[in-house]
């Protein structure tokens, strides 16, 4: 149902990059109780902005050629600093950063260098200064054992010459040495050198991962983001392929769960209300809050619609929502309700023991949970751990429209007598079965005739629902999947999907590290059957890059308590690093 458009609140003017379009304040963090299934919405929360300001003094734990600068809010020492993801602390350190950019004439001899400026990467370096040419700023890291980091930074300078980007790579925590080189077309490079130190990661988290990548040339180009690990605050951590931290992405009450880079910008969920926009300096703005709209697990973005799987404040159903956020507007609204979709079938099933809701912190009837969403064509793929299925809906993408099953992929048994059977594709020959997966995607090959695509999924082979008697699910599983918490095989699974036929077929099956929950695998690049995987096996505490036919090319360990939630891994090109 439409909720009403996000706060909006003016941010000074940014010449920095996109133009500002609002900022929203994030809300806080949220319990969802028991109440009917379309309770009450909880409201809005949302601080307004006030006289809050922000200065910049140099960095104690830097020296060398050039200062370093970080940033500091103006506030008496007993006052808490503001929340990062909020309009005040952003318009706040916006404004400071650009008073400085203004105070002098910076110069790729004598550059402005700001440590993190607007909070949300922890370890990013912003450098600015003006030339006459254009050119290329190239800059090295060197850390006690690791691997030097070469990279050529992207440069966002407005008029195409002289330089203005954000530099990622430094070790948290770590003695770092960096070499700026800036070599203008046709002049002679000008090379800076510096020492620095900048904070630990969050939670102190490792900063070197245990690897086994047999050739390195294998692997990909870019950073692997590591998010939701327990124990570990919300931050997302960024790895390089030696498994060595070089920053993070910050978050609030909430992991990121899902990262995308698109269009000059990072998209992503801040919050567990709360979808942000970061631009290639780290300027989150827009901040939009969801309001009653409580978000898990995943994002996609559709041009300037984001969509994400939702759980509805104050109402007993959870993870059952789809709700959709304009980023031109701050409209938030709710466009999927499965209540709506599968009435019967919801009317089967029963809230876990004690109000559970498996892996959240929502409680209530968990009775479908739908853990990744896609949208194709217009068409929306979502996936639903509790059921263990996997359906494509029609005409669900706007608020005044009615979503209708397109096709559904599973077990077909538990939805028996509810009258959706008709809509599952018939099995071609003996495919295996998916059983509690996650991150489906939908994948386009031109090679395939008309109305033929793959369906990929990090299939979890784990047999179990929480909310069916046991009678009804226990012996109607995929043969092979395990219905243990810690042994077991997971797969990165691969369906051919015929839409004329109504049939599927298995494609690909690679087997994998054993999740029971949580995990991921991503094509990197995009969803194409072309290129090299990322996979997460979360519980097993293990993620790993495959080849796009699913050749191991490397395998990367990282602690826990318990789990992490996903893996994404990223170029970055034209974000903040130019070429591999």
Known sequence: MPQGPAPIHPVVPRPLSRRTLFVGAGAAATTL???????????????????????????????????????????????????????????????????????????ANDPLLVLDPYGTTRTGLYVHFAAADPGALEFTITADATADYHRTAANHAEDGTGFTGLLVGLVPGARN????????????????????????ASSVYQTQLSIDVPDPEALSPGLFALTGVSSSGNASFLFDNEGVGRGELLSTDHPNHNIRVEDGRL????????????????????IIDTGDQVIHHDLE??????????SKSGAECVEDRITRIDLTTGDVTEVVNLQTVFPEYEKLAHAREEGFAGGTDATGKDWIHINSVQI??????????????????????????????RWMIG??????GTGYEDLFLAPDGSPTGNAGQHSVARLDDDALPAGQYYVEMFNNNHWFLGTRDDEVWQDVGPEGASGDDF????????????E???????????????????????????????????VNSGKANVFAEHTADGQLVGTFRYGSSNMAYRVYKDAFDGFWFTGP
């Open 500 to 534: 004329d036929a109504g049939t599927f077929r298995e494609d690909q099956r690679v087997d994998v590290a054993y999740s029971s929950v949580v995990s991921n695998v991503q094509r990197i690049g995009g969803d194409s059957v072309e290129n090299p995987m990322a």
């Open 487 to 498: 042994e077991g095989v997971s797969q990165i699974l691969r369906y051919l999907v015929d």
């Open 301 to 310: 973005v559709v041009g300037d619609m984001v969509y994400v799987p939702t």
């Open 376 to 405: 194709v064509d217009e068409i929306m793929y979502l996936s639903a751990r509790e059921t263990s299925t996997v359906f494509a809906l029609d005409d669900a993408l706007e608020p005044d429209s009615t979503p209708s099953v």
């Open 267 to 286: 998209v992503v969920t801040t919050g567990s209300q709360q979808v942000s926009v970061i631009d290639p300096f780290g300027h989150a703005d827009p």
């Open 411 to 416: 077990a077909q048994e538990i939805w028996e």
């Open 177 to 200: 040495h960096l070499r700026l080189t800036w070599t203008p077309t046709g002049g002679e490079p000008i090379t800076r050198e510096l020492d620095i130190q900048p904070p630990g």
């Open 33 to 107: 109780a028991l109440a009917a299934c379309d309770g009450e919405p909880s409201g809005k929360q949302s601080a307004e902005p006030g006289g809050l300001s922000a200065s910049l003094s140099e960095y104690g734990k830097a020296g060398g050629d050039v200062p370093v600068w970080q940033m500091t809010y103006d506030i008496d020492e007993d006052e808490d600093s503001p929340e990062t993801y909020s309009g005040p602390a952003q318009a706040a350190r916006h404004a400071a950063l650009e008073d400085k950019r203004s105070a002098q004439d910076w110069t």
